[in-house]
């Protein structure tokens, strides 16, 4: 092999080697990095536009692909349920502002498991500077230096980042799942001293990582609502 290509060779695996030390994904219980950005709603402010709502932002790696446009199109139909629960979507990708129209006007028209087409309400934001991307640890350079990985924030109403998810390419995500993370994160930020324990769905007890003294004295009792399984791990009952 000639010198020069050996060089350029070196050259792409020092640059992906440094794109990928560049990554940096922001840790569960910090502020939300803000940003600013065009979007099929128009221009967002985030997470200001958003108030004191949950907000979820959705990354998808490219416009027009697959596994991507059936997750949005059920986003779609679960959108009235997100908003019942406070909630808020963004969806992010690295294409271009006017592609994100195109993919959106697509989306719309199709009859998607047998149900009527439906209008995506939630906006589509234009990321193709990569600004938003860099900010939220989006770019894998495993995966591609110019599109998102696909990934979950839940950002909840003080702006804090309370889950973090990363998906494969290949494999959707669960919107049910995602729904059930929201809500098991809205219990436990209105209840504080509670935690939700392995398949939790909303109703079930939950666990409770500290017990008071008296709560301690009155455990496995038919009058208290907490039992315990051992003595470190302890539940409260319905909630």
Known sequence: MKKSGILAIAALLYFVQTEAQDVIIPQIGVRAPSFTAMSTEGNIDFPADFGDHWKILVSHPKDFTPVCSSEILELAYEQVSFNDLNAKLLVISTDIIAQHRSWKEALEEIRFRDRDPVEIRFPL??????????????????????????????????????SIQFYPNEVGRNVDELKRTLMALQTIHKHKNLVAPVNWIPGDDMIVPVLTAEEKEMINSPESEYYQYAWFLNYKKGM
């Open 125 to 162: 934001v234009a990321d193709n500077d990569l600004k938003v991307s860099k900010l939220y640890g989006m770019i894998h350079s495993a995966n591609s230096v110019k599109e998102n990985i696909r990934g979950v924030y839940i950002i909840d109403p003080d702006n804090i980042i309370r």
